[in-house]
């Protein structure tokens, strides 16, 4: 079953704007994890967050973690059409191993 | 480093027909898992191996499905036999684990249909 669940479902966006997009999960996380998947790819990691962390930023991405709400948010900053592809939150909880993902984000930038 | 690597990159088979997936983690990692993708449930934990021990198998659909992984190098997903459900995008991940290791390195993944 999955953790987390990303809104928006799709996000169509032009090169240089920014994309942003959330991931909603229901139970108690000791990280919470992004990765990009490119169309026929495998999944790459892009960047983990700690329950203990608020914000991490690393290149054009910048990570929000919510514990309160539950909540994360990824931000791409100055997209470019490289950066089209599926974006999945997964989380992990105390249990090692068992990464949860969410059903992810499709991101189109256009140039 | 060569990333994980995944075999064959495509299967088509018939209904009933065994159907064996392999993966090649990558060298010194300690943990590798089986996920699979489909569009209408996304991306499952199938099964997954610490130190070659089976830890969590609690994915694993049914007893149609099995995994091994003999040595540190090489783990096999199958299926016998197959149904057409079963059709999905099946990934291996491989991990180091321990503090600051958590991340997933993902194989290009096998694209299995069951005709």
């Known amino acids: 079953s999955q953790q987390g669940e990303e809104d928006p479902q799709a996000l169509s966006i032009q090169e240089g704007e920014n994309a942003t997009m959330n991931c909603s999960y229901k139970?108690?996380?000791?990280?919470l994890q992004w990765y990009r998947q490119n169309s026929g790819r495998g999944l790459v990691h892009l960047i983990l967050i700690r329950s203990n962390e608020r914000e991490k930023h690393s290149g054009r991405l910048r990570v929000t973690l919510d514990t309160s709400k539950k909540s994360s948010s990824l931000l791409i900053t100055a997209s470019r059409a490289a950066d089209t592809a599926s974006y999945f939150c997964?989380?992990?909880?105390?249990?090692?191993?068992?990464?949860?993902f969410g059903a992810g984000t499709q991101v189109v930038v256009t140039p | 480093d060569a990333g994980v690597i995944q075999s064959p990159r495509h299967e088509v088979t018939e209904m009933g027909q065994e159907v064996t997936l392999r993966c090649k983690p990558i060298s010194g990692h300690n943990s590798l898992f089986w996920y699979r993708q489909t569009m209408m449930r996304g991306l499952e934990l199938l099964i997954y191996f610490n130190n070659n021990v089976p830890i969590d198998d609690s994915g694993m659909p049914e007893d149609r499905f099995s995994a091994k992984m003999p040595n540190a190098s090489f783990s096999t997903l199958k299926i016998q036999p197959s149904e057409p459900r079963d059709s999905a995008v099946y990934f291996c991940?491989?991990?180091?684990?321990?503090?600051?290791?958590?991340?997933?390195?993902f194989g290009s993944g096998t694209q299995l249909s069951v005709l």
């Open positions: 139970t108690s996380i000791n990280n």
């Open positions: 991940a491989s991990s180091l684990a321990g503090t600051d290791s958590e991340k997933l390195f």
């Open positions: 997964a989380t992990a909880g105390d249990s090692w191993g068992k990464l949860q």
